[in-house]
């Protein structure tokens, strides 16, 4: 098993920058595939980004492509979302989820361990 948390949250001004980190405990990181998932207040949990294993390969929902990147540091078990021109659709609680299963997609259904989130709040 592996445990995650996720910290870097907070509250940021529309334009502004913030990094989140997943840092994962338990077996061998580097088994694992890690994504990003997000829920706004009153909506469904939506995919973010994902990464593989070996951090070679990257996944992102279209909202945020272009503006959010995610990273592994697999010595330091850890995995980060740097997110750039936030805005204030882009608050909600921020998870982060693993599988050792090799998928590195968007269905959360395919996740088997999750952290407890960090909220994100971008003031307009």
């Known amino acids: 098993q592996v445990q995650l948390v996720e910290s870097g949250g907070g509250l940021v001004q529309a334009g502004g920058s913030l990094r989140l980190s997943c840092a994962a405990s338990g077996r061998t990181f580097s088994d694992y595939q890690v994504g990003w998932f997000r829920q706004a207040p009153g909506n469904k949990r939506e995919f973010v980004a994902a990464?593989?294993?070996?951090?070679?390969?990257?996944l992102y929902a279209d909202s945020v492509k272009g503006r959010f990147t995610i990273s592994r540091d697999n010595a330091q078990n850890t995995v980060y979302l740097q997110m750039n021109s936030l805005k204030p659709e882009d608050t909600a609680v921020y998870y982060c989820a693993a599988n050792a299963a090799g998928y590195s997609g968007p269905y959360e259904k395919f996740y088997d361990y999750w952290g407890k989130g960090t909220q994100v709040t971008v003031a307009s």
């Open positions: 990464v593989y294993r070996s951090g070679g390969s990257t």
